[in-house]
């Protein structure tokens, strides 16, 4: 397809890979945590925000380097490494906090790369093909996670593996990924490195920051405040009384809308615009959101797992994409690192919010908060747009 370079169709199966290995775990490892070492919900949404907190941090420090360094292949192979090597480690677990650790090394390796690897994304198309070269990546990534759950559904209720033993077999597909990486993506060229004196990451003194990409990290911020993980949906679908294969399924079918649509949702933002595909985005998971706060029906919670799916292929991409047009060549690696980075300590926030509500107050406040920070990041979104 036209603006696919084979940079780009390459680095898609590299994320695909990974992501069966890493969705052969998301949906497990709540059950793991609850029902085998019998972890709080507290603890779910404190392990979850952390991991996420830890991933954006190091998001910010690793476009940092790579701006610094002008490189950012290495960045992409380190981080997609370690994240393999982190997989076999819960098969040790005794505790939760052997979980998180394990979380934490696997989002150590997902904030050193992300940030390199998107702006080796932007930089592998050309700028008018940027929506669909995020998009097809997303869909490729959310390809994995749909097949990942399924693999995970075969070994654990057909072949009848302990959870540790699919902890371990989820390294394969981790460890063929970092091969595919290694030997099939080239090293774009950055330019010469900008003397930059220090580390400093803030906003103000970031040097070829617009005021725009402030903005847009400002009013998106709004919707993440909102966004914890979606393990919620998880233990929310278990709490209506999803058996674990159907839980597995429910979120399988989110991940297949997704990946289908991802691609032709970023296609969409080249041709109508950022903002508004964005928006839209946004508008469904306030809706989905508010549905799992009032819902207590199994067969309307299968529907708003798969409407879910709208949302991801409309937002995440997208924005990937805007930050990409936001910035510049030399400094797009930082801004990737700045955004996603920012996205994730207001994402762990969200977490231990949802967490502390789920556990404290009522199951179905979390939602209702997450659905209100979607709306008000809508309004925010489009008066912005308009004005510009």
Excluded at 197 to 210: A, D, I, R, V, Y
Excluded at 215 to 223: A, D, K, N, S, W
């Amino acid at each position: 397809m036209k603006g696919l370079s084979k940079n780009v169709v390459f680095l898609g199966i590299v994320s695909g890979l990974t992501d069966i290995s890493s969705e052969m775990l998301y949906p497990v490892v709540p059950i793991f945590l609850t029902s085998v070492l019998h972890a709080p919900m507290t603890v779910v949404g404190f392990i979850e925000g952390a991991a996420e907190a830890t991933a954006s941090l190091l998001k910010m420090a690793g476009g940092w380097w790579s701006d610094r360094v002008s490189k950012r292949k290495p960045f992409v192979v380190f981080g997609y490494g370690l994240s393999a090597l982190s997989k076999p480690i819960l098969a040790l677990a005794l505790t939760w906090h052997w979980v998180l650790f394990s979380r934490f090394l696997d989002r150590v390796g997902k904030g050193v790369r992300t940030s390199a690897r998107d702006a080796l994304l932007s930089s592998s198309a050309g700028q008018e093909h940027w929506g669909l070269a995020f998009g097809f990546h997303r869909a490729m990534d959310t390809a994995g996670a749909a097949l990942g759950p399924l693999i995970a559904v075969f070994l654990l209720s057909v072949l009848h593996w302990g959870y540790r033993a699919v902890f371990v077999g989820a390294f394969v597909p981790a460890a063929l990924g970092v091969l595919v990486l290694a030997l099939f993506v080239r090293e774009k060229s950055v330019g010469i490195p900008r003397p930059i004196p220090g580390m400093n990451l803030s906003l103000n003194q970031l040097e070829g920051l617009s005021s725009n990409f402030k903005r847009f990290t400002l009013f998106y911020g709004i919707f993440a405040l909102g966004n914890s993980s979606d393990v919620f949906l998880l233990m929310k679908a278990k709490q209506i009384g999803f058996s674990t294969t159907h839980m597995i399924l429910a979120y399988v079918g989110y991940n297949i809308v997704y990946a289908l649509c991802a691609t032709p949702a970023g296609w969409i933002s080249d041709r109508l615009g950022r903002i508004r595909t964005l928006v839209f985005g946004l508008l469904v998971f306030a809706v989905v959101y508010l549905g799992f706060a009032v819902t207590f029906s199994k067969a309307a919670l299968w529907v708003l797992f798969a409407v879910y799916g709208f949302y991801g292929a409309f937002t995440e991409g997208v924005a990937k994409a805007s930050i990409a047009d936001l910035s510049g060549s030399q400094n797009r690696a930082t801004a990737m690192g700045i955004f996603q980075g920012t996205m994730g300590i207001l994402a762990f926030f969200a977490s231990v919010l949802a967490g502390w509500l789920w556990t404290h107050v009522s199951s179905s406040v979390p939602f209702f908060v997450g659905s209100a920070c979607a709306g008000l990041s809508c309004i925010f979104l489009t008066v912005w747009n308009r004005g510009k």
